[in-house]
């Protein structure tokens, strides 16, 4: 045996496999010939990463820059010079002269879910599957060809968004996710025709879903049911993909970092139809396998002796072979069992005897015959690696210790031998073999110590094989099941196998087939229909289907065709890929059967993407579908609410969706009816048409008494009648109020400052306001009036109000020297303009100069309202004065009223509904007396007041601002020609809109 050292730097790993990847510090990357390598360089001391080349078995390499920073390379099935690069940015890249030149694909893809074209299926080998993130944060199913990928020719084969990594392009088959309205979805394609949902049990009502297996046209798959926490049910499906039924129960899972999940389930690789799975009752693991895809499973024998030839006293039905069915954390070692495409019926695992499988016994078990003997070969896990087809097996023990002992077996693990490696024991990091089933070449790599460069040693196992195998160098081994029959799958199978005597090289033109034979069906060859299932009993009505409730099976069958006969169903199918012919048929009815006409049933209309909120204007795809009925001779009477209506046939069968728009808001009645001679069915579908919310402002009284009846008004902009609901959220309440007017009534028990927020949702637009209450149990309230001319001038906003109010209320302190903070003016909605002082009283403290008792506030105030000192300008020169209003009731009444603001916000709305709306956006801030205001946008907007305006008004409009020089102030603010003057010197400007 000939025995080659070497060193290679940490940062660059050679490795066997379909792409580069970076995991835990370590690359793996592609060797695709003997002649082609490539390696990356993750070093540190390098600022761009680097690609090492060579075309030479590795004499020599060429580095090359990469100006990205590689997390995975993708190589192309077929063509060995194409390679897809992803990069730690979320980037794809692409390559046609092996790395040397790279160019950008697409942005914004989701990492290990990118596909090459598989071969025999996509018609353009250069086609790229992926998945992206759109603008909107949302994720798509797009494809496009490598030389030609843009946005104009990207291509959508699903119209909808589907679910963050979910996308899985494998063999014939396209999967993935969508979930709307809290509801997920799982589409498949089969060969590439349109996506049709995957129907599962009818209540099995899966919360994850995981694709287990895509072998010989069918699809095995572990679900995850409502009522499972750590376990998986597993299903098989009909070729396309769609129909799915239960073949095992309860098999175990775990979950990984990243939130991955493990499904102990293995497909046995070498002979087809062979599983292994480990199953999770009553909270014991045990392990089975089946050779029939999964019709039937039976638990491993154990073996009669241990690897010493004790006994080991394990007997069925109390004691049999466990095995862990786990992968590596570690992408450089095989998991914990192994198996090969070119050495069917060997199988290496490591495991337990007894009752159960035990987590932390280890053995490792070998059988050379597909599972139905079993010997033991170590009494610790061991990395396994298999060579020349499985003529040679290499075993590392798997340990934290440093090693320098393999062991190798040539006659499928009856005897092991010994052999020194290294001179210097190495922590062993992995194993690698050459490309190619029949090499004879295996590298161990590793480190000396944790801060050493990886070590890598290559054993060769070819001097110790002096020749080519011939046909007297092998025996042959048949196919069985652990009940000992040889018809598995519809045929008898034999395999070559080298005889343990023989010390020679299989080599690459070796097969391990042999001869198989077709037999004649039997019951076993057949599975109950999808829809049905095997009833438990042994009596005479074992291996019997019957009628499932869990899919509600129809008969006849669901494509049935009037005029057309069908063979009665007797809830039977043949296990996909058997092969048997003649003999039993369960399938078989003594007489075909006529196709009745049955009336629709189960029929429904949708939107695609199920959402039922549009915006107008915006095209509505409806999709019409139907359960059960005859399509062919049905009608479709379809009325989408706006006065379109139309008669369709073959709506369902065909799937096509009707594209509308629908141009006005509102609330739309959508029914389909089917009709045929048989009967009729009907569906109905109600679609919100919604403008955006645009604006939306909170109206509340800033000054409340202490339980007084309040009205918060919400003002929204555009109005949605009966489509807009209102969320209050009162104080620190987590709770909200839900309305579906815009105004509610409360009352408030504490004094104190209140936080009021509401919120307006209307289909997915959702505007927020928020206003704070200051809630009092003693406070002053003097009426106020102005003069006529404001209410030619009044815009009735929200806005305008606050910015009177501001105004007055500095005045009026100016005047009578009252604190600022103790007055409160609140114009009232509506006409003519009125307004409220409210007067305060001052905190409780030290008393402040010039703080007049509240008698002689309330006189103050009187006497410079009477004297008619408050007034301010108007654009154009106009004065307005504050005065008293005179009511029915005292002036210096106590509490504070609110009573009118209900009939009030009866104005506002009503002068909303004439599409009426002026709106101020601004922001302020008060510190001292000052008042501030940003403007928001620098180009003003020519508007016209809600109420009638002359000539006149309109020039007072496009005038000019009027500075007071009396009250030293200036132009306050601009709304629907109205100017503003208040004692300040800042300037407050304001965006119309």
Not at 2 to 9: A, T, V
Not at 600 to 627: H, K, N, T, Y
Not at 632 to 645: A, E, H, N, R, W
Not at 751 to 768: E, I, P
Request: hydrophobic fraction near 35%; glycine fraction near 6%; charge should be negative.
């Amino acid at each position: 045996m000939n025995m080659e050292e070497g060193l290679l730097h940490r940062e660059d790993l050679l490795q066997q496999g379909r792409g580069c990847h970076i995991r835990r510090g370590l690359i793996q990357c592609k060797i695709w010939s003997v002649s082609k390598v490539v390696l990356v360089s993750s070093s540190l001391s390098d600022r761009d990463q680097s690609l090492f080349l060579s075309t030479d078995e590795g004499a020599t390499f060429q580095k090359q820059l990469v100006p990205f920073s590689v997390e995975t390379l993708i190589f192309h099935p077929k063509e060995e010079d194409k390679v897809l690069a992803y990069s730690k940015e979320s980037t794809l890249y692409v390559s046609s002269d092996l790395g040397k030149k790279w160019t950008l694909l697409r942005e914004r893809v989701t990492k290990d879910h990118v596909f090459w074209a598989v071969s025999g299926v996509d018609t353009d080998p250069d086609l790229v599957h992926m998945e992206t993130q759109d603008l909107g944060g949302g994720f798509r199913y797009v494809t496009c060809q490598i030389h030609n990928c843009s946005d104009k020719t990207l291509t959508a084969l699903f119209p909808g968004r589907i679910d963050h990594s979910s996308l899985t392009v494998q063999d014939d088959y396209i999967f993935f996710k969508a979930t709307a309205t809290n509801r997920t979805k799982y589409y498949v394609s089969y060969r590439r025709n349109e996506f049709v949902l995957m129907k599962l049990p009818k209540y099995a009502l899966p919360q994850d879903l995981q694709i287990i297996s895509t072998d010989e046209s069918q699809v095995f798959v572990a679900v995850q049911e409502w009522h499972q926490t750590d376990t998986y049910n597993l299903y098989q499906s009909d070729t396309r993909g769609v129909h799915y039924s239960l073949v095992l129960e309860d098999v175990r899972s775990s979950r990984q970092a990243e939130d991955s999940v493990l499904i102990d389930i293995l497909e046995v690789r070498g002979v087809k139809g062979v599983f292994l799975a480990n199953q999770k009752t009553n909270g014991k693991v045990v392990t089975l396998i089946t050779y029939n895809k999964g019709r039937d499973w039976d638990r491993l024998r154990p073996p009669s002796t241990d690897m010493n030839g004790k006994p080991t006293n394990c007997e069925p039905p109390d004691c049999h072979l466990h095995l862990h069915l786990r992968w590596a954390d570690n992408p450089y070692v095989s998991g914990t069992v192994h198996t090969k495409d070119t050495a069917p019926g060997l199988i290496m695992g490591a495991g337990n005897l007894g009752s159960q499988l035990v987590e932390y016994k280890e053995e490792m078990y070998i059988t050379s015959d597909c599972g139905h003997t079993w010997r033991q070969v170590f009494e610790e896990e061991h990395h396994v690696l298999y060579l020349d087809h499985g003529g040679v097996i290499a075993a590392i023990k798997d340990t934290s210790i440093p090693l320098k002992i393999l062991k190798f077996s040539v006659d499928e693990g009856l005897t092991w031998s010994t052999h020194n490696f290294t001179s210097t024991s190495v922590f062993v990091d992995g194993l690698l073999s050459e490309p190619g089933d029949e090499t004879l070449v295996m590298t161990v790599f590793g480190h000396i110590s944790f801060r050493s460069d990886w070590e890598l040693v290559k054993v060769d196992f070819r001097p110790s094989f002096p020749r080519q195998c011939s046909e007297d160098d092998y025996g042959s081994w048949h196919l069985s099941d652990l009940k000992g029959d040889r018809c598995i799958m519809g045929q008898q199978r034999s395999f070559r196998k080298r005889k343990p005597t023989s010390w020679c090289v299989k080599g690459k033109s070796f097969t391990s087939a042999l001869e198989a034979r077709v037999c004649r069906c039997r019951e076993s060859d057949f599975l109950c229909d999808y829809g049905f299932e095997r009833s438990p009993s042994s009596g005479s009505d074992a291996n019997k289907c019957f009628a499932n409730f869990w899919f509600n099976p129809l008969s006849p069958p669901d494509d049935c065709v009037l005029g057309q006969t069908y063979t009665s169903s007797l809830g039977y199918r043949k296990v996909v890929s058997n092969v048997c012919e003649g003999g039993v048929d369960p399938r078989q009815s003594p007489a075909p059967l006529q196709c009745p006409l049955t009336p629709p049933r189960g029929l429904r209309v949708s939107i695609r993407g199920d959402a039922v909120a549009v915006r107008p204007g915006e095209d509505v795809l409806f999709v019409v579908r139907q359960e059960q009925g005859d399509v062919l001779t049905t009608k479709y009477q379809v009325d989408l609410g706006d006065g379109f209506k139309a008669v369709y046939v073959n709506l369902t069968s065909t799937e096509e969706p009707i594209r509308h728009r629908y141009e006005s808001p509102g609330v739309y009645r959508v029914s389909v009816r089917a009709e045929n001679v048989a009967g009729h069915d009907e569906a109905v579908l109600f679609v919100q048409v919604n403008s955006p919310l645009q604006a939306l402002h909170l109206e509340v009284l800033p000054v409340v008494g202490l339980n007084q009846e309040v009205n918060l008004t919400a003002v929204l902009l555009p109005l949605n009648p009966n489509l807009t609901v209102f969320y209050w959220w009162i104080g620190h309440s987590l709770q909200p109020l839900l309305s579906l007017e815009n105004s509610v009534t409360t009352r408030f028990a504490d004094t104190g400052d209140v936080r009021v927020t509401v919120q307006a949702a209307c289909g997915n637009s959702v505007l927020q306001d928020s206003k704070v209450v200051r809630v009092l149990d003693q406070f002053q309230v003097v009426p106020l009036r102005f003069s006529t001319d404001l209410d030619v001038h009044n815009p009735n906003t929200p806005e305008w109000r606050e910015d009177v109010g501001l105004v007055v209320t500095r005045l009026l302190s100016k005047e009578t020297s009252v604190p600022e903070e103790l007055l409160v003016t609140v114009v009232k909605p509506g006409l003519p303009t009125v307004a409220d002082l409210n007067v305060l009283l001052p905190p409780p403290g030290p008393a402040r100069k010039r703080n007049l008792t509240s008698d002689k506030r309330l006189m103050a105030i009187q006497q410079v309202l009477k004297a008619q000192k408050i007034s301010f300008l108007l654009r154009g020169g106009v004065r307005i004065l504050v005065a008293m209003r005179d009511t029915d009731t005292d002036s210096q009444r106590l509490g504070g009223g609110g009573g009118y603001w209900a009939v009030a916000v009866l104005v506002v709305i009503g002068l909303f509904a004439v599409g009426v709306f002026i709106l101020y956006k601004f922001k302020r801030k008060r510190p001292g007396r000052t008042v501030y205001a940003q403007m928001h946008n620098e180009k003003e907007q020519e508007m016209t007041s809600p109420v009638s305006h002359s000539q006149g008004v309109q020039s007072v409009i496009q005038g000019e601002e009027l500075i007071d020089d009396d009250l030293d102030s200036q132009t306050l603010g601009n709304h629907s020609g109205v100017v503003l003057s208040i004692n300040s010197r800042e300037m407050h400007s304001y965006l119309v809109s």
